[in-house]
């Protein structure tokens, strides 16, 4: 079992509708959680934390936390073309080390 | 303020050769890691240095050796390369600590044939 899984997709929308990206992982000690995008031959950029329970919204993206289920999904309202992205979930358990799921590819179709 | 910056970005070794990758990061960061990214595989932990002086291994670091040569910068060796070490490797750095974002470099892309 991996220790964070993400569906590779593609996961496609359509323009204007909201795109859910989800993750789980598997070690219950984990404190901090990150999603971040990554366009086709680039480097990652953060999204969004989160480390309590709960949603955090930030501008179109709302980021969700369930220690309980061991989730983490991110919602992107409004989708856009420039959403087409991957996003890549990751899971830091208090150490230096940050374990990344292998990204989920989302296609916003105009 | 260039954040985090990577050398070379592009590079083609032969099997056998020898080759360092450069970081330098200008965010006062105490920790820094070097990443390798393969298709399907997600971004693994070569190596990583939570402050100047400090080294440790992460999840893939055969093959590999680094250097914090000071808070700027953390460099990455690979003694003699192999076809497997083909991969975009990625540099990051973060103020330290486990709630702290990690910035990344913009990769160097390795080809060893």
């Known amino acids: 079992q991996k220790e964070v899984e993400q569906n590779s997709g593609p996961l496609s929308v359509p323009e204007g509708a909201i795109a859910s990206l989800n993750c789980t992982y598997s070690d219950r000690g984990s404190q901090s959680f990150f999603w971040y995008r990554q366009y086709s031959g680039k480097s990652p950029e953060l999204i969004m934390f989160i480390y309590s329970n709960g949603d955090k919204e930030d501008g179109r993206f709302t980021a969700q936390l369930n220690k309980a289920s061991q989730y983490v999904s991110l919602l992107i309202r409004d989708s856009q073309p420039s959403d087409s992205a991957t996003y890549l979930c990751?899971?830091?358990?208090?150490?230096?080390?940050?374990?990344f799921g292998t990204g989920t590819r989302l296609k916003v179709l105009a | 303020n260039a954040g985090v910056t990577q050398t070379p970005k592009f590079q083609v070794l032969k099997t056998g050769q020898s080759m360092t990758l450069q970081c330098a990061q200008d965010m006062n960061h105490n920790s820094m890691y070097w990443y390798r990214q393969d298709p399907g595989m997600g971004l693994r932990l070569i190596y990583y240095?939570?402050?100047?002086?400090?080294?440790d291994k992460g999840e893939v670091p055969n093959g590999y050796n680094v250097s914090r040569l000071n808070k700027r910068e953390f460099s990455l060796r690979l003694e003699s390369a192999a076809p497997s070490q083909t991969s975009v490797y990625f540099c990051a750095s973060s103020g330290g600590g486990y709630q702290e974002t990690q910035y990344f470099g913009p990769g160097t892309r390795l080809l060893v044939l």
């Open positions: 240095s939570a402050s100047e002086g400090t080294t």
């Open positions: 990751a899971v830091s358990s208090g150490t230096y080390k940050y374990i």
